[in-house]
């Protein structure tokens, strides 16, 4: 058992639950509608940690958005890719319905496809997607 991976799983479930209560989950019945793209660029573990994955795992688990993509964006790479507490946290994300993906141009620049890829993330150019989002009204553009 990976105690690491395990840890950084119950604690990310704890802080999800603390930032969403009380009514913080989707009203019972409700639907969840619209878009949320986060793009994942600070290579500051805090605003990681406490601040940008927590939230992006949230809005997917309580239903505050139907849709959720977390880009992981330049500094944010190596963080990641350095860091088995924050791949824990991405691969819950992951498993509760997040869509992750990566700028390859980056991880190019950065030599991290691989490391990329190997934690399931859709290493791909980024430019499209995320123009098309901030032109979607349906979709919100988050920075961290």
Same mark, same amino acid.
């Given at each position: ?15 999800? $639950? ?9 009203? !019972? &019945?409700?639907?969840?509608? &619209? ?11 805090? #605003?990681?940690?406490?601040? $940008? ?13 139907? !849709? ?12 990641? #890719? ?5 791949? /824990? ?13 990566? $700028? ?8 991290? #496809?691989? !490391?990329?890829? /190997? ?5 791909? &150019?980024?430019? #499209?997607?995320?123009? !098309? ?12």
């Amino acid at each position: 058992m990976n105690w690491s991976r395990m840890i950084a799983v119950v604690s990310s479930v704890v802080l999800v $639950c603390l930032i969403a209560a009380p009514g913080g989950a989707q009203d !019972e &019945g409700a639907e969840a509608t &619209g878009k949320l793209m986060v793009v994942w660029t600070s290579g500051d573990p805090d #605003v990681a940690d406490k601040v $940008c994955l927590m939230y992006t795992h949230a809005a997917k688990a309580y239903g505050w958005f139907a !849709e959720v993509t977390l880009v992981v964006w330049g500094p944010s790479q190596r963080l990641l #890719v350095g860091d088995p507490l924050l791949q /824990a946290k991405v691969e819950a994300m992951q498993a509760d319905g997040v869509v992750v993906e990566a $700028c390859i141009a980056c991880a190019r620049k950065l030599e991290l #496809v691989e !490391e990329l890829e /190997a934690l399931d993330i859709d290493v791909k &150019g980024m430019g #499209v997607p995320l123009s !098309e989002a901030l032109k979607d009204p349906e979709t919100e553009v988050l920075t961290f």
